[in-house]
Nanobody
Framework: QVQLVESGGGLVQPGGSLTLSCAAS????????MDWYRQAPGKQRELVAA???????NYADSVKGRFTISRDNAKNTVYLQMNSLKPEDTAVYYC?????????WGQGTQVTVSS
């Protein structure tokens, strides 16, 4: 019943912007943290951004200054605002959350940065 549902991926030009959303649904009584990962073709999955239950964000060096993670506690939703996108940002983006003391992953959403 508890799940993460992602949306917002798509095709964008270099320098453009996208905002990803990840909504947690179900009988949720605890959220420790919500994170964004990505996996590019031929590469390992990597942490992009994380936000604690108190709202403190952390970013990978490769996206710092360009991406912003935020959360809306009323909606149990985490967002990833991606600006100044580069072709190197092309990947499947996944949200991950610790919900009810268990780890959950979203289904992934494709982000393609290309001319």
């Amino acid at each position: 019943q508890v799940q993460l549902v992602e949306s917002g991926g798509g095709l964008v030009q270099p320098g453009g912007s996208l905002t990803l959303s990840c909504a947690a649904s179900g009988s949720i009584f605890s959220i420790h943290a919500m994170d964004w990962y990505r996996q590019a073709p031929g590469k390992q999955r990597e942490l992009v951004a994380a936000i604690t239950s108190t709202g403190m964000p952390n970013y990978a060096d490769s996206v710092k200054g360009r991406f912003t993670i935020s959360r809306d506690n009323a909606k149990n939703t985490v967002y990833l605002q991606m600006n100044s996108l580069k072709p190197e940002d092309t990947a499947v983006y996944y949200c991950k959350a610790i919900l009810n003391f268990r780890e959950y992953w979203g289904q992934g959403t494709q982000v393609t940065v290309s001319s």
